[in-house]
Structures are given as C-alpha cells and as structure tokens.
C-alpha cells in the first residue's frame, strides 16, 4: 500500500517537499506576532512527524532563520516562501515539523482544524470561520 502523501513547494520551484498525509493531521493557523511578521498574515501549517517529511529538491536552497531559542524558520533563498517550522530545542517537538499550508499542492483534501495563539492576533481582521481558537 502506497501512502498518501501531499506535496509542496515554494513560489519559484526551487524548493519542493513532501509529507504523508495521514501522518500530518495537525493543522492550525497560528496569529502569534512572529507567525504574522514571518508569512505577511497567518501563517498557516499541517504538522507531523519528520520523519514522515521529505525535502525532495532543492534542499541546498532552504536557509534557516533561528527566530528563538528554540524554533527555526525554512525558507527559500531564492524566493523567499515561508516554509517549514521546527521547533528544535523542544524536546517534545524536536521530532515534528510543520510545513506551510498554502504552499501544498491542490487539492489537498484536508482542511484547517484550529486557530492558535489567537490572543496575539492582529487587530486587522475577525476570526469569523466558527473554528475552535486556542491561546497557545
Ligand atoms: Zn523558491
Ligand atoms: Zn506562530
């Protein structure tokens, strides 16, 4: 049996990835400010395992920028897309990784589960989709 997989990539094309898509059922829009300074609005991610996770070209393109002590940011070099989040100092985390939603391929056939850290949210927009909204 093959597994589903949902596969991505950044804007130029330089960048493409791919995930299995049972595996990644964790899917949130984050409204925390670094989310939103890092994406240009919500940034929003499927998670799961990394090692159901493939970079499948263009690896040599993805800088990471370390925006805290624990997490770092995977974008493309060349165009900038923000990619992947891996929060690599958190031992509960360091073996997940989330990737971009808006960078799969469509159809995805998954949907947006939840809205995260909604407390920082932007005062220039209303969550208004009835999803459930958490603080962190
Ligand atoms: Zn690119
Ligand atoms: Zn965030």
Same mark, same amino acid.
């Given at each position: 049996?093959?597994?589903?997989?949902?596969?991505? /990539? %950044?804007?130029?094309?330089?960048?493409?990835?791919?995930?299995?898509?049972?595996?990644?059922?964790?899917?949130?829009?984050?409204? %925390?400010?670094? %989310?939103? /300074?890092?994406?240009?609005?919500?940034?929003?991610?499927?998670?799961?395992?990394?090692?159901?996770?493939?970079?499948?070209?263009?690896?040599? +393109?993805? +800088?990471?920028?370390?925006?805290?002590?624990?997490?770092? /940011?995977?974008?493309?070099? #060349? %165009?900038?897309?923000?990619?992947?989040?891996?929060?690599?100092?958190?031992?509960?985390?360091?073996?997940?990784?989330?990737?971009?939603?808006?960078?799969? #391929?469509?159809?995805?056939?998954? +949907?947006?589960?939840?809205?995260?850290?909604?407390? #920082?949210?932007? #005062?220039?927009?209303?969550?208004?989709?009835?999803?459930?909204?958490?603080?962190?």
């Amino acid at each position: 049996m093959t597994s589903n997989r949902l596969a991505g /990539r %950044c804007l130029c094309g330089g960048v493409s990835f791919s995930v299995d898509a049972e595996a990644f059922d964790n899917r949130t829009a984050c409204h %925390c400010s670094q %989310c939103r /300074r890092w994406s240009g609005h919500v940034w929003a991610s499927v998670s799961g395992p990394k090692a159901k996770f493939a970079i499948d070209a263009g690896e040599d +393109k993805v +800088k990471w920028h370390h925006a805290s002590d624990f997490a770092r /940011r995977g974008f493309c070099a #060349d %165009c900038g897309s923000s990619l992947f989040w891996h929060a690599h100092g958190l031992e509960e985390y360091k073996d997940r990784i989330a990737v971009a939603f808006g960078a799969l #391929d469509a159809p995805t056939g998954v +949907k947006l589960e939840e809205h995260i850290f909604v407390a #920082d949210k932007g #005062d220039y927009y209303d969550i208004a989709d009835g999803l459930p909204q958490s603080h962190h």
